[in-house]
């Protein structure tokens, strides 16, 4: 049975760079279940997957398991060791261009593609790097957008865009509720990859240095957060698998993500019954 929930329907996809498999687990599992959406809203990784989401409509949950499943990490962050000190030492900021990443917007999303020529409306988070303020775009070219979202500090660089310069919109709403309710919707369903429960490994290497310390930051937030919207509106907090301890630069287990979110989630939506707004599940709720 599906569950009733008040429409517009927003999903809300988190960022947690290689975890965004999990999202594409749970994108079959909605869709098996026949929830679909009418809004999407995402940040960082989440951004790209509600952005392939919002091209396609309601038939890209396949499509994205294509293009994760081809997904490794010299294509988002190219170069090896050198290369990234060579890249530190030119830009002093970052350790990685965006140049692959682009290259994985344009092969999936076009170059040109604009937010107005998808099927289904989509907001895109980011940080104003003046303000250090959260920043929904919604309009205008999608490509420079999604760089912005995704632009973890000292891993990629700053994005101008807008009129202004964007770091990665996880900074200060990784998993982006507050900005669905202010597109509309009336009710959530929240597919967060950085869960309370998922801290990445041991960080080994600068890089993942930064991307532990962005990961922390990000699961607070959503903790903090998700009662606080609960009490306007039903939030339906899909469960993740069992704790895993990957770096987020690591796509070497992208398969065993999707799978197993896909699991959990299915089980879950199978007895989910919402009666009005709460939470339903939460951050760091995982499988069992």
């Known amino acids: 049975m599906t569950p009733e929930l008040p429409r517009p329907v927003g999903f809300v996809l988190g960022g947690g760079g290689s975890l965004g498999a999990m999202q594409v687990g749970m994108l079959r599992a909605l869709a098996e279940a026949g929830i679909g959406a009418d809004l999407i809203v995402g940040t960082s990784v989440g951004s790209l997957n509600g952005a392939v989401l919002a091209r396609s409509g309601e038939h890209s949950a396949s499509g994205l398991e294509a293009i994760w499943a081809r997904m490794t990490r010299d294509e988002a962050f190219p170069g090896g060791v050198l290369s990234q000190v060579r890249t530190l030492r030119h830009t002093r900021t970052h350790l990685f261009p965006n140049t692959g990443l682009a290259a994985i917007i344009d092969d999936h999303l076009g170059a040109g593609t604009r937010f107005e020529d998808l099927a289904i409306p989509l907001g895109v988070v980011s940080t104003d790097v003046h303000t250090g303020e959260p920043v929904l775009l919604r309009s205008g070219a999608l490509r420079p957008a999604l760089l912005a979202s995704c632009a973890i500090p000292g891993i990629y660089p700053p994005v101008p865009h807008a009129g202004s310069l964007h770091y990665d919109g996880g ?40 991307m532990f ?76």
Request: charge should be negative; aromatic fraction near 6%.
């Open 171 to 210: 900074l200060v709403a990784n998993v982006p509720m507050r900005q669905a309710l202010a597109m509309g919707a009336r009710s959530l369903v929240v597919l967060d990859c950085a869960f309370p429960g998922h801290l990445p490994a041991q960080p080994r290497t600068f890089a993942e240095v930064m």
């Open 213 to 288: 310390t962005a990961m922390i930051s990000m699961r607070n937030q959503a903790a903090l957060e998700a009662p606080m919207v609960a009490a306007e509106a039903p939030v339906v907090y899909l469960p993740g698998p069992a704790p895993v301890r990957l770096s987020p630069l690591d796509f070497g287990r992208t398969g065993e993500l999707t799978t197993e979110s896909y699991q959990a989630a299915s089980s879950y939506l199978d007895t989910l019954d919402v009666t009005g707004p709460g939470l339903y599940g939460g951050p760091g709720v995982v499988a069992h």
